[in-house]
């Protein structure tokens, strides 16, 4: 079965104080691996789509990287308004793939100032 | 301007009524879905449609029933309300199936 698991579910840093978050999946083919950041009372918002084993992309102090079993999402010198819930998501490949999304129980991060 | 609206932001009903959310989306996208976030803040699909055809019913209960009347609108209607419905709705679409979706903002959905 299709499964998706984010560690920690909390985590808590100073701010500028770097560190990643673990998404680790199981899939029965890959299409893409998906970051979304949300915030208290809002949609999730896109942040990343990987497609392959050793693919990275970045935006400003996020850092998504891909592996064949996890993806890690870096935080490098956060800030407070990084504070939000992380969540990733997989689809699968093929003729299987209608567009699901699944997703992972979150990530949530505080960054104090 | 607004990608992907929902109405209402807030719902608050009683037991047995029957309500609907409605989403819309300005993006072009062919495909659009809606998911269910529990009290754990946990995201499952619950019906897919690409170019007004159904594509994902996931084991939700008949008492929901999606309606898209062209590619831009896809309403969700829930009859019979029961507590265990209580939950934040989100519309999202996506240029096509296989592509990136974009969340609405989601409906709170509370019933007493």
């Known amino acids: 079965e299709d499964q998706v698991t984010q560690s920690p579910e909390a985590l808590r840093l100073q701010e500028g104080e770097s560190s990643s978050l673990n998404c680790s999946y199981t899939v029965s083919g890959l299409r893409g691996l998906f970051w979304y950041r949300q915030d208290p009372g809002k949609g999730p918002e896109f942040l990343f789509t990987?497609?392959?084993a050793g693919e990275e992309k970045e935006k400003e102090r996020l850092k998504a990287t891909l592996t064949k079993k996890e993806s890690f999402l870096h935080i490098t010198a956060p800030k407070p308004e990084d504070s939000a819930t992380y969540l990733c998501a997989v689809t699968r490949s093929g003729s299987s793939n209608t567009g699901k999304l699944i997703f992972g129980q979150g990530t949530t991060l505080q960054v104090k100032p | 301007d607004t990608a992907v609206s929902q109405t209402p932001k807030y719902l608050v009903t009683q037991m047995g009524n029957d309500k609907s959310i409605k989403c819309e989306q300005n993006?072009?996208?062919?495909?659009m879905y809606w998911y269910k976030q529990d009290s754990k803040k946990f995201l499952k699909i619950m019906f897919s449609?690409?170019?007004?055809?159904?594509?994902i019913n996931e084991t939700v209960p008949n008492r929901f029933s999606p309606k898209s009347p062209d590619k831009a609108h896809l309403n969700l209607h829930i009859n019979s309300l029961e507590l265990g419905d209580s939950a934040v709705y989100f519309c999202?679409?996506?240029?096509?199936?296989?592509?990136?979706?974009?969340f609405g903002p989601g409906t709170r959905l509370t019933v007493l």
């Open positions: 990987l497609y392959s």
């Open positions: 449609y690409n170019n007004k055809e159904l594509i």
């Open positions: 993006l072009g996208h062919d495909t």
């Open positions: 999202a679409s996506s240029l096509q199936l296989k592509d990136t979706q974009y």
